[in-house]
């Protein structure tokens, strides 16, 4: 072995902390085990000690010491015996480790099929759920929960899907020939079957109904399937045979008087250019037009009185006239040659 140089020693596969290892101390050859230089090292290079080092351990630059007290490590910036080194905190280690220093701040125990999730001051676990396919439900500034989602157990063939609820799907079956609307709370229907001809007509404050569309007036309507025809017959002109004394106007309509007294009938307060009237004379007690105010007829070159005074009498029980509106409300005028002789006032 005299002779032996050291790189030429077998190399140690697995070293224990007992083994035995050549060292010069003082000039003098001796063995020391490889504890020795381990605990050499812990006491040069990283301390513990119970409380604040500074004042009470000695030190060199870059040393470091574990506070096993408060759980803080100290580095030594300024070397020197126990009553000089400085030693700075190098870190605060307090477990669980704070959310800022990118800990739990919570000790936390394992829950298999747990949720972490934050509360407003550390780490939590959601336990897990004993229900399979459940989903988690935001609790807003709360926690978390599991829910269970709620959907149609089953759908029937072209049934539609809507919210019956707050966060309830419910089917709603179809209806043969039907349109879709809503009652005066929102909640959806189906309407009746529908027939030739037949529109869904809105009801204020009620749920729309189906109707179909009345012709009047010499307006006739026919309804077949997928089509309204709407045609005029006649002049067009809805007729009123007026058997009392007094009737009041409409626009576009024509008027037969029979009456044995005289009907007075007044013109519409509101007429726009172009509306027209006519009246018809049936009854022996003969007819008169009575105005509104601020209304006139001009007959010919004669013109009424304008206002309530104002008026056209007929003379003889088969009398006739027409009558247009020339200027909106106020004036009007005969439009086709009188029947009879006329009284103007």
């Known amino acids: 072995m005299a002779n032996e140089k050291f790189t030429q020693l077998p190399t140690v596969v697995t070293a224990l902390m007992a083994d035995i290892i050549a060292a010069v101390q003082g000039g003098v ?53 126990a009553a000089t080194a400085v030693w700075t905190v190098g870190g605060s280690f307090a477990f669980p480790l704070a959310l800022a220093s990118g800990g739990t701040s919570k000790a936390l125990v394992a829950a298999d099929g747990g949720i972490v999730y934050s509360d407003a001051n550390s780490m939590e676990i959601l336990a897990p759920t004993v229900t399979a396919g459940q989903m988690l439900r935001s609790g807003s500034s709360t926690a978390p929960a599991w829910s269970t989602a709620t959907f149609p157990a089953t759908t029937s063939i072209n049934q539609l899907l809507y919210s019956s609820a707050a966060n309830v799907v419910g089917g709603l079956a179809t209806a043969n020939s039907a349109v879709l609307s809503t009652s005066s709370t929102g909640v959806p229907a189906w309407s009746a079957s529908m027939t030739n001809g037949q529109l869904l007509i809105g009801s204020t404050g009620a749920t729309p109904v189906l109707a ?60 726009a250019v ?51 509106c020339i200027t909106a409300n106020n004036d009007f005028a005969v439009l086709t040659g009188a029947q009879g002789i006329l009284t103007v006032v």
């Open 29 to 81: 050859s001796s063995q020391e085990t490889l504890q020795q230089v381990f605990t050499l090292f812990l006491a040069n290079v990283i301390l513990n000690n119970a409380g604040n080092p500074n004042g009470s351990v000695a030190g060199v630059v870059y040393q470091l010491c574990w506070d096993r007290t408060n759980s803080i490590l100290y580095v030594c910036t300024t070397s020197g015996n």
């Open 212 to 271: 179909t569309l009345t012709g009047a007036g010499g307006i006739s309507i026919i309804n077949t399937a997928g089509a309204i025809t709407v045609s005029g017959s006649g002049s067009g002109y809805g007729w009123t045979e007026v058997t009392g004394t007094t009737q009041a106007m409409a626009v576009n309509n024509g008027y037969i008087a029979n009456n044995a007294a005289l009907v007075t009938l007044t013109l519409p307060a509101t007429a």
């Open 274 to 324: 172009g509306d027209t009237f006519i009246i018809q004379g049936k009854g022996a007690g003969l007819f008169r037009i009575a105005q509104n105010a601020s209304q006139t007829i001009n007959f010919g070159s004669s013109p009424t009185t304008t206002g309530v005074g104002g008026s056209i009498t007929a003379t003889n029980r088969y009398d006739s006239l027409e009558i247009i």
